[in-house]
């Protein structure tokens, strides 16, 4: 029996409760594979705010660090979305990414075609939809200095700094070759070339190292031409690589694609080690949700196909991973809809029961 640890950190809103689900697929994993999971919760985000005055303790990272992989749900809330304030809910993930070195967030986008009818665009458009939003996590405008607001002669000023050195771009850009040449073969780097100083060194060294992907179709859009493509011809697009803010706002328009924020899953990952895995953090793209929490309404895909990119990027269990995948195909195929994707003619399923039927159909 292999034995893996993994950090939870269940958070605010609806976290702590696609997170449950999480688990129970996970723990089915272990079941039918023979695997051992240990798992270890702290506080992040809001609730640790109220309870520590700190969105993430030193001693929360460092457990995360002594971990396998970390399954992350969601933080924040409108208790603490004070513009004034000086501790926030979004300061855990922001300090989670920089103290583990998680410098790439790897977000899928795939359009299952018995879903083509839930997006709000034509499904002639979105049918067959199957792309990477790649995401630069560590660097950009949300960590560079100087950034603050200050009053001189009576009027309000602000400063937020966008920053990158050729390390950080060249890494995150590898990475998008890297994972085009295991799909269709096509980078599409998006950039403000026109405008940006920052998007121009961009540009240059995407240009520097494309030689060494011979086989990958590189292509260069500006972010504005980027997001208007992704909805009128989003079957184009196989990996997308972005700095850090065009990508975080890039890969929440991809999300619609798909129908609903609920069924996106996400990986932020550092280095890795020569088997291609290592310590990484697994989360839904969506939020908190706070209007829904507690309600058991909420859609736990996003966090169960999380868990299937944990058990592959970290733990190295591809079999394990597909086969998760899998059990949401089926559920989903068998007409099986949470709240978010419910059609007139459909009964919703409630949070736990998502589960229980992805689980059920893990089992076989």
Same mark, same amino acid.
Not at 12 to 22: L, S
Not at 95 to 115: E, H, S, T
Not at 205 to 222: K, R
Not at 237 to 250: K, M, P, S, T
């Given at each position: ?24 697929? !996970?723990? &089915? ?5 023979? #695997?051992?999971?240990? +798992? ?11 309870? *520590? ?7 929360? $990272?460092?457990?995360?660090? /002594? ?23 979004? =300061?855990?993930? !922001? ?16 359009? +299952?075609? *018995? $879903? ?17 939003? $790649? ?10 200095? @100087?950034?603050? =607001? ?11 700094? %966008?920053? +990158?050195?050729? #390390? ?8 998008? *070759?890297? $994972? ?20 121009? %060194?961009?540009?240059?060294?995407? !240009?520097?190292? /494309? ?8 292509? #260069? !859009? ?14 184009? *697009?196989?990996?997308?690589? &972005? ?42 793209? #969506? ?17 169960? %196909?999380?868990? /299937? ?17 899998? &059990? ?9 809809? @949470? ?8 009964? @919703? ?12 159909? %893990? &089992?076989?």
């Amino acid at each position: 029996m292999s034995s893996f640890n993994i950090g939870l950190l269940p958070g605010d809103g609806i976290g702590p409760e696609v997170v449950a689900e999480g688990v129970k697929v !996970l723990d &089915a994993v272990g079941s039918r594979f023979g #695997h051992e999971f240990a +798992y270890t919760s702290d506080t992040v985000g809001g609730a640790a705010i109220d309870a *520590f005055g700190f969105a993430l303790r030193d001693e929360t $990272l460092e457990m995360c660090k /002594a971990q396998d992989a970390i399954f992350f749900g969601a933080v924040g809330g409108p208790k603490w979305d004070d513009p004034n304030a000086k501790v926030r809910p979004e =300061q855990a993930i !922001l300090g989670l990414r920089k103290g583990l070195g998680l410098f790439a967030n790897i977000r899928p986008v795939k359009m +299952y075609d *018995f $879903l083509a009818d839930s997006t709000s665009l034509k499904p002639e458009v979105v049918r067959g939809v199957d792309l990477i939003v $790649l995401r630069e996590l560590t660097g950009g405008i949300y960590f560079g200095k @100087p950034q603050k =607001q200050w009053v001189e002669n009576g009027e309000r000023h602000v400063v937020d700094t %966008l920053a +990158y050195s050729e #390390h950080e771009i060249e890494r995150i850009v590898r990475v998008g *070759f890297a $994972l085009a040449q295991g799909r269709r073969k096509k980078l599409t780097s998006v950039d403000k070339a026109n405008v940006m100083e920052s998007s121009r %060194l961009w540009r240059a060294i995407v !240009l520097e190292i /494309a030689p060494d992907y011979p086989d990958v179709e590189l292509e #260069h !859009l500006l972010v504005d031409a980027c997001t208007m493509h992704l909805i009128s011809r989003p079957g184009d *697009f196989d990996v997308i690589v &972005a700095e850090n803010l065009f990508g975080d706002v890039l890969s929440d328009e991809a999300s619609m694609l798909a129908g609903s924020m609920g069924m996106l899953p996400s990986a932020s990952l550092g280095a890795r080690d020569e088997g291609g895995t290592g310590l990484g953090m697994y989360e839904p793209i #969506h939020g908190s949700a706070p209007d829904i929490a507690g309600q058991g309404i909420a859609n736990p895909i996003a966090q169960v %196909l999380s868990g /299937a990119m944990l058990l592959r990027l970290s733990l190295g269990l591809e079999a394990e991973a597909l086969a998760v995948e899998a &059990a949401v195909d089926a559920v989903l195929a068998a007409g099986h809809r @949470p709240p978010d994707l419910a059609g007139p003619n459909d009964t @919703p399923k409630d949070t736990t029961a998502m589960g229980d039927l992805i689980v059920e159909a %893990l &089992a076989g």
